[in-house]
C-alpha cells in the first residue's frame, strides 16, 4: 500500500503542476487517492487531509476534519456563501447594507478569503483590523464631536465583539444619566453628541416657553428631583424668597416685572406719579422710599432732607435745601460753585478740599477763616518763627511746590557756591532762624587747619571757592612775615587749636628756643640782636 505521505507529496505535485500533460496524470493520482483513502465519516477522505495547507485559526479547529463545512469542491463560488452560513450576522449586514460589512462597496464580489486568509496556524490572526487607523464612519455608528476623543476600550470590551458594542446613548450614559430614567430612555431627543449640556429640547413647545433670563436657568432650579409634570407657572411660586417687597405688593410680579430680570419693569414711576425719578434716584430700589405696609395708599414726602436725613454730612449746618447745592444725580455733583458765589475763589490744592474742613460750624452764622493761619496752624512746621502769612513764600499749589523766598533779604545772602546749595543742607530742621550763621557751624568736617586758624573762616576763605583764599600776615597781624618766616607754614606757628581769638606770644624764644646758644642769658627778645633773614646775621646797629 503506497502511503499517505508519498500520495500526499505526489499530490502536491501534480496540483501545483501548470503543464498541460500533467491533466492526465492529476486524474490519475485523484482516482488512486479515492481508492486507497476513503471518505471518513466526515465527508473528508485521507487524501484530503493530506493535501491540507496547514492547520486552521484556533476558532475553526472544530471543522478541522470537515473540509465540507467550508470548502465546495469545483465550486469556488460557493465558497462566500458557506462563510456566510455559519457567520449569520455577517449575512444580515450584507442583506441589509448595514455595519461594516454592509457598508462595502464591492462586498457582492469581494471574497471573504481576501481579507480572512485561513491554514495559517492556530495562533494566525485573520481579522485584519487595525483600531489605530481604523475609520469607523465605515461602521453605523460614526464617532462625531466628543465620540471622536473616546479611547476604543470604553466601547469595545475585552472578548467581546465589535458589533456588540452598545450603540444606544443610555447603554454607555446611564451613570452620567441625571434625570434618573424619568425622561426616558432617549438622550438623543435633548442631547447632542457636543457634550450633555448642549441639549436640544425646545422649551418653547411647552405651555411655559422661556425668555429673557429664564433662558438661562438650570433645568433642576424648576424641575427639582426631575419632577416635570405639575410644574407651577406663576411667578411668585418660584420667587416668592425673592420678593423684597415682603408681600406689600402683592403677588402678581409681572404687573411690574418682566422676564429680562427684576429691574427691568413696566411700571413708569416718572408717568405714572409726582416725582420723577432722575440721577441717583433711577437705580434706587423701590423698598428704599416706599417703607410702608401698603404701598397704594401711603403719602410719601419730596423734600430731600426727609429720605436723606440721615446721611446730611453736614450734620444739619446747611439748613435742609439739599437741592441748593446737591443734584439728584450724585451728593458729589454739587451746583454750588465757591469761585463765583464767594469772595474766596478755590484754587490748587483747595480744590478738592471739602467742605466741613473749612466751614465747621452753622454755613449761615459763622465765618471762615480767609487767612492761611487761620486753618493751616497745625500744618506750620516752622512754629510761628516765619510768621503767620503763610503766602508770602508758599502758593495754594502746595507747601513744596513753588516756594517762593528771596534768601538774600535775610542775614545771610546766598553768594557763591552757596547759591546752589539746596536748602536741608544748612536746614537740618524747619525752624529756620536756628541755623548760625558762622561758617565752622556748617563746614567744621572740611576745616583742614583743625581749628588752630580759629573758627573765623570768613578772615582766609570766601563762599566761592575754599581753595580761593586771601590773607595778608603783614596787614592783617602784628607780626610781618619776613626773611625766613616768608615761606613757613602756618601750622609751624599755629600748633594749639583756638576757640575764639588767637593769643600767640609774638617773641621770638617761644619758636626758637631750642636754637637759643645763649640758653637765655641774653632774655627773650633775640630781635634785639638777630634778624630774620638769618640767626648769623645781626642786627645793623649791633654790627
Same mark, same amino acid.
Given at each position: 500500500?503506497?502511503?499517505?505521505?508519498?500520495?500526499?507529496?505526489?499530490?502536491?505535485?501534480?496540483?501545483?503542476?501548470?503543464?498541460?500533460?500533467?491533466?492526465?496524470?492529476?486524474?490519475?493520482?485523484?482516482?488512486?487517492?479515492?481508492?486507497?483513502?476513503?471518505?471518513?465519516? $466526515?465527508?473528508?477522505?485521507?487524501?484530503?487531509?493530506?493535501?491540507?495547507?496547514?492547520?486552521?485559526?484556533?476558532?475553526?479547529?472544530?471543522?478541522?476534519?470537515?473540509?465540507?463545512?467550508?470548502?465546495?469542491?469545483?465550486?469556488?463560488?460557493?465558497?462566500?456563501?458557506?462563510?456566510?452560513?455559519?457567520?449569520?450576522?455577517?449575512?444580515?449586514?450584507?442583506?441589509? +447594507?448595514?455595519? /461594516?460589512?454592509?457598508?462595502?462597496?464591492?462586498?457582492?464580489?469581494? =471574497?471573504?478569503?481576501?481579507?480572512?486568509?485561513?491554514? +495559517?496556524?492556530?495562533?494566525?490572526?485573520?481579522?485584519?483590523?487595525?483600531?489605530?487607523? /481604523?475609520?469607523?464612519? =465605515?461602521?453605523?455608528?460614526?464617532?462625531?464631536?466628543?465620540?471622536?476623543? &473616546?479611547?476604543?476600550?470604553?466601547?469595545?470590551?475585552? +472578548?467581546?465583539?465589535?458589533?456588540?458594542?452598545?450603540?444606544?446613548?443610555?447603554?454607555?450614559?446611564?451613570?452620567?444619566?441625571?434625570?434618573?430614567?424619568?425622561?426616558?430612555?432617549?438622550?438623543?431627543?435633548?442631547?447632542?453628541?457636543?457634550?450633555?449640556?448642549?441639549?436640544?429640547?425646545?422649551?418653547?413647545?411647552?405651555? /411655559?416657553?422661556?425668555? *429673557?433670563?429664564?433662558? *438661562?436657568?438650570?433645568?433642576?432650579?424648576?424641575?427639582?428631583?426631575?419632577?416635570?409634570?405639575?410644574?407651577? %407657572?406663576?411667578?411668585?411660586?418660584?420667587?416668592?424668597?425673592?420678593?423684597?417687597?415682603?408681600? @406689600?405688593?402683592?403677588?402678581?410680579?409681572?404687573?411690574?416685572?418682566?422676564? @429680562?430680570?427684576?429691574?427691568?419693569?413696566?411700571?413708569?414711576?416718572?408717568?405714572?406719579?409726582?416725582?420723577?425719578?432722575?440721577?441717583?434716584? &433711577?437705580? %434706587?430700589?423701590? #423698598?428704599?422710599?416706599?417703607?410702608?405696609?401698603?404701598?397704594?395708599?401711603?403719602?410719601?414726602?419730596?423734600?430731600?432732607?426727609?429720605?436723606?436725613?440721615?446721611?446730611?454730612?453736614? +450734620? #444739619?449746618?446747611?439748613?435742609?435745601?439739599?437741592?441748593?447745592?446737591?443734584?439728584?444725580?450724585?451728593?458729589?455733583?454739587?451746583?454750588?460753585?465757591?469761585?463765583?458765589?464767594?469772595?474766596?475763589?478755590?484754587?490748587?490744592?483747595?480744590?478738592? &478740599?471739602?467742605?466741613?474742613?473749612?466751614?465747621? *460750624?452753622?454755613?449761615?452764622?459763622?465765618?471762615?477763616?480767609?487767612?492761611?493761619?487761620?486753618?493751616?496752624?497745625?500744618?506750620? &512746621?516752622?512754629?510761628?518763627?516765619?510768621?503767620?502769612?503763610?503766602?508770602?513764600?508758599?502758593?495754594?499749589?502746595?507747601? !513744596?511746590?513753588?516756594?517762593?523766598?528771596?534768601?538774600? !533779604?535775610?542775614?545771610?545772602?546766598?553768594? *557763591?557756591?552757596?547759591?546752589?546749595?539746596?536748602?536741608?543742607?544748612?536746614?537740618?530742621?524747619?525752624?529756620?532762624?536756628?541755623?548760625?550763621?558762622?561758617?565752622?557751624?556748617?563746614?567744621?568736617?572740611?576745616?583742614?587747619?583743625?581749628?588752630?586758624?580759629?573758627? $573765623?573762616?570768613?578772615?582766609?576763605?570766601?563762599?566761592?571757592?575754599?581753595?580761593?583764599?586771601?590773607?595778608?600776615?603783614?596787614?592783617?597781624?602784628?607780626?610781618?612775615?619776613? #626773611?625766613?618766616?616768608?615761606?613757613?607754614?602756618?601750622?609751624?606757628?599755629?600748633?594749639?587749636? %583756638?576757640?575764639?581769638?588767637?593769643?600767640?606770644?609774638?617773641?621770638?624764644?617761644?619758636?626758637?628756643?631750642?636754637?637759643?646758644?645763649?640758653?637765655?642769658?641774653?632774655?627773650?627778645?633775640?630781635?634785639?640782636?638777630?634778624?630774620?633773614?638769618?640767626?648769623?646775621?645781626?642786627?645793623?646797629?649791633?654790627?
Amino acid at each position: 500500500m503506497v502511503s499517505s505521505t508519498a500520495i500526499k507529496n505526489t499530490y502536491n505535485t501534480v496540483i501545483m503542476t501548470d503543464a498541460p500533460h500533467c491533466a492526465k496524470s492529476w486524474w490519475i493520482v485523484l482516482l488512486a487517492g479515492m481508492c486507497l483513502f476513503p471518505l471518513s465519516s $466526515k465527508g473528508i477522505t485521507t487524501l484530503d487531509f493530506a493535501a491540507m495547507p496547514g492547520p486552521v485559526i484556533q476558532g475553526h479547529a472544530k471543522y478541522e476534519k470537515d473540509c465540507k463545512k467550508c470548502h465546495s469542491p469545483f465550486a469556488k463560488e460557493e465558497q462566500n456563501r458557506l462563510c456566510l452560513d455559519c457567520h449569520k450576522e455577517v449575512r444580515a449586514d450584507v442583506n441589509q +447594507k448595514e455595519g /461594516f460589512h454592509g457598508k462595502m462597496r464591492d462586498i457582492k464580489t469581494r =471574497q471573504c478569503k481576501t481579507c480572512h486568509t485561513d491554514h +495559517k496556524g492556530r495562533n494566525f490572526k485573520i481579522v485584519l483590523l487595525d483600531e489605530s487607523t /481604523f475609520n469607523h464612519d =465605515q461602521t453605523d455608528f460614526p464617532l462625531k464631536a466628543s465620540h471622536r476623543f &473616546v479611547p476604543c476600550g470604553a466601547c469595545h470590551k475585552p +472578548k467581546k465583539k465589535h458589533r456588540e458594542a452598545p450603540a444606544k446613548c443610555y447603554d454607555c450614559h446611564k451613570q452620567d444619566e441625571p434625570h434618573k430614567g424619568k425622561l426616558g430612555k432617549k438622550c438623543e431627543i435633548c442631547h447632542s453628541e457636543v457634550k450633555w449640556t448642549d441639549f436640544l429640547f425646545d422649551h418653547s413647545k411647552t405651555d /411655559f416657553p422661556l425668555k *429673557g433670563k429664564h433662558i *438661562g436657568v438650570n433645568c433642576q432650579d424648576c424641575h427639582v428631583n426631575e419632577r416635570y409634570k405639575g410644574i407651577p %407657572v406663576k411667578c411668585y411660586a418660584c420667587h416668592r424668597s425673592d420678593d423684597k417687597h415682603k408681600g @406689600q405688593y402683592g403677588r402678581k410680579c409681572d404687573n411690574c416685572h418682566r422676564e @429680562q430680570g427684576w429691574y427691568s419693569i413696566k411700571f413708569d414711576h416718572d408717568q405714572d406719579t409726582d416725582f420723577k425719578l432722575e440721577g441717583g434716584h &433711577v437705580q %434706587v430700589t423701590c #423698598g428704599q422710599c416706599h417703607k410702608g405696609e401698603d404701598i397704594y395708599n401711603e403719602d410719601l414726602s419730596t423734600e430731600c432732607v426727609d429720605c436723606h436725613k440721615f446721611k446730611d454730612e453736614h +450734620k #444739619g449746618l446747611y439748613g435742609k435745601k439739599c437741592h441748593d447745592c446737591h443734584t439728584p444725580k450724585s451728593w458729589q455733583e454739587i451746583e454750588f460753585d465757591h469761585n463765583e458765589d464767594t469772595d474766596w475763589p478755590l484754587r490748587g490744592k483747595h480744590e478738592d &478740599v471739602a467742605c466741613q474742613d473749612c466751614h465747621s *460750624g452753622n454755613l449761615y452764622e459763622d465765618d471762615a477763616p480767609e487767612e492761611c493761619y487761620g486753618c493751616h496752624r497745625q500744618d506750620d &512746621v516752622h512754629n510761628g518763627q516765619e510768621g503767620k502769612e503763610c503766602d508770602e513764600c508758599h502758593s495754594e499749589e502746595g507747601w !513744596i511746590k513753588q516756594v517762593e523766598f528771596d534768601h538774600d !533779604i535775610t542775614k545771610f545772602p546766598l553768594l *557763591g557756591a552757596h547759591a546752589t546749595v539746596g536748602c536741608e543742607e544748612c536746614h537740618a530742621t524747619t525752624n529756620f532762624k536756628d541755623v548760625k550763621k558762622e561758617c565752622v557751624s556748617c563746614h567744621e568736617a572740611d576745616d583742614v587747619h583743625e581749628k588752630r586758624l580759629g573758627p $573765623k573762616c570768613e578772615t582766609c576763605h570766601n563762599s566761592t571757592d575754599f581753595l580761593l583764599w586771601l590773607f595778608d600776615h603783614d596787614k592783617q597781624t602784628d607780626f610781618i612775615l619776613d #626773611g625766613k618766616h616768608e615761606n613757613l607754614h602756618c601750622d609751624l606757628c599755629h600748633k594749639e587749636p %583756638v576757640e575764639d581769638e588767637f593769643d600767640i606770644d609774638p617773641a621770638c624764644v617761644r619758636c626758637h628756643t631750642k636754637d637759643d646758644i645763649h640758653n637765655g642769658s641774653y632774655g627773650r627778645l633775640c630781635d634785639r640782636c638777630h634778624v630774620t633773614s638769618s640767626f648769623a646775621d645781626f642786627s645793623p646797629e649791633w654790627r
